[in-house]
Structures are given as structure tokens and as C-alpha cells.
């Protein structure tokens, strides 16, 4: 019989299945509008809106490796308000040329990226 429990420090429903150390995190399958700055939550997927004004979000500090967070132009307007990624504590990005200092600069419209926590960067799919 598997079990389930509310994971108060992240935010999310983890599933037991009796054989997976911590279980299984349970990912959203609809997508949270952002249009301020904030800081974003792993497994969860985002339209960022930046009709308004550029913005900022921070990716988080509590992940293991395989979190994600996906991340789309919601109005295609990031060409002319940028959206900005900062990590915290110094991490990076890495992409198919290697390894990118934070912060990331989304700044093509319509663009869509998927950034995957790998353990010592944020991996990188645009």
C-alpha cells in the first residue's frame, strides 16, 4: 500500500511506493503565470509575463538532482522586456557550449526553456 505526505519544505505531494528512498514528487500539470519578481519552485511549470515590465525570478535552493522547472514566454515579449534567471549560492547553467554564469538572460520571444537540476549546474534546454 503506498502512502502519501505533503512535503511542507518544498511545497509539493510526494507519493511512497515503498521501494523509491523519499518517493516520488507529484509535478503540477498546468502552468503557474509569473509577471513579478519572485522566487520560482522546482517541478513546477511557469508562463512568465513580461507585457508589463522585465523582470526577475531566482531559482530556488532546495532541489535534488532531476528537479526542474520549465519556463515559457507567455506573450511572446521577452525581445522587448527581457525575463532575468539568477541562481542562488554561485550556481550556473550549462548548455551544449558548456558552462554559463549566472544570470540568464531570456530575451527571445516565444522562447520556451526547461532548466533540470543535475547536481552542480542547472542544465540548460532552450
Partial sequence: ??????????????????????????SKARYDVVGVATTLRTNVK??????????????????TIGDFISIIDAEAYWDINNLTVVTQ??????????LID??????????AIELIWEGSYWRLIA
Fill in 1 to 26: 500500500v503506498s502512502q502519501s505526505r505533503y512535503d511542507t519544505t518544498k511545497g509539493t505531494l510526494r507519493v511512497h511506493d515503498g521501494s523509491t528512498v523519499g518517493g516520488l514528487e507529484v
Fill in 102 to 111: 549566472s544570470p540568464l538572460v531570456c530575451d527571445v520571444a516565444g522562447a
Fill in 46 to 63: 511557469y508562463f512568465a509575463d513580461t507585457t508589463t515590465s522585465a523582470f526577475t525570478v531566482t531559482l530556488p535552493t532546495i532541489k
Fill in 89 to 98: 549560492n554561485s550556481e550556473q547553467f550549462k548548455d551544449y557550449t558548456g
